[in-house]
């Protein structure tokens, strides 16, 4: 790790030690909003740690446990339920996830949204999309897909594409055993690869009722000059993926390029992301076939020259309110 890698990660990994104590010393004393606040600043602290490239595996592990527990901690103290749970993969293989309960006032059944991350991010990170999606009423599950959060680090579970087919049959599977769960009422909604992760679902699976996709990434129609090295090879790149090298990883998730959907869709995109062109993802939206919608982020990155406009600044930059429009339209899709 260099100086200044070192640096980032030292103080950050400060702050949180502080939070936690503050977020202890709250729940000792029964000051449960204190509690919840403060371990989610920790929670962000182990994040921004989590997010760069940091020396060895073992330790972006050890981070990602820090950062996975700060989380559950935070979230006992919602007055809704986030249930962690594992569903069944193949084998003695399960898939780590969390089903976060909107209020009991919504009822004993509710509709019930899968939201994926992306490859390198993990169930904690989509807290941001869920929980606005609980304020209007709707369950949402949040799985560490293959080669993502807990799945990887802990049961290491490698991203390929029988792997990834296979959560997308598996998920609704579960939800259908569900009493609280409306299974006529399961949608499916991902940020970035999480994005073509949803997208593929709802081609090969008629059961989920309604599609969104935030600045989704179809790995296979990236140009290899716009991303970072370490999205394509090295140590974290090989441990995401088990060793599969590219091109062999690439050609493996063509699967994300096959199929088309038919329920309804809305489609988020950034005109000047330069990893998934506006172009290559309008394809998303032109084959769709059921009901569609699209919202196209005309705004350009506040931090960006021609050298560093990147997919995350534009996603990142307008997340913070396209995630409640969204929101109200799954909501719409489901309620009225």
Known sequence: ???????????????????????????????????????????QCYYSIFLINLPTIDEKKRIYIKYASCYRKSTQYYSSNVEKLYIHLDQDRYLPCYLHHPDKSFGKQTPCVIVYAGLG??????????????????????????????????????????DLNTAFKKIPDFLETRDDIRSDMIGTYGLCMGGGYAYRAASIDPRYSLCVTFFALRITQVSPGTTPQWMKQGDWFNY??????????????????????????????GEHDNWMTLESAMHLFENAEGPKEK?????EPVFSTEQFVTHTMPVGEQLH???????????RYFHD
């Open 295 to 299: 919202i196209i982020i005309e705004d």
């Open 121 to 162: 991010s993990c169930k904690e990170e989509m807290h941001m999309l869920a929980r606005p999606l609980v304020e209007r009423g709707i369950s949402v599950l949040v799985p560490d897909m293959p080669g993502s959060g807990e799945a990887l680090f802990l049961k290491d579970i490698k991203c390929c594409a029988d």
């Open 1 to 43: 790790m260099n100086s200044l890698q070192q640096a980032w990660s030292d103080e950050w990994e400060k702050k949180a030690v502080r939070y936690i104590s503050i977020a202890e010393e709250a729940s000792k004393n029964n000051n449960f909003i204190t509690a919840r606040e403060l371990y989610f600043f920790a929670t």
């Open 240 to 269: 995401q993926t088990g060793n599969v090298k590219n091109p062999g990883f690439s050609n493996e998730m063509k699967i994300l390029e096959e199929g088309n959907i038919k329920c309804p869709f809305l489609f988020i995109h």
């Open 321 to 331: 309110w396209i995630k409640n429009v969204a929101a109200d339209w799954v909501k």
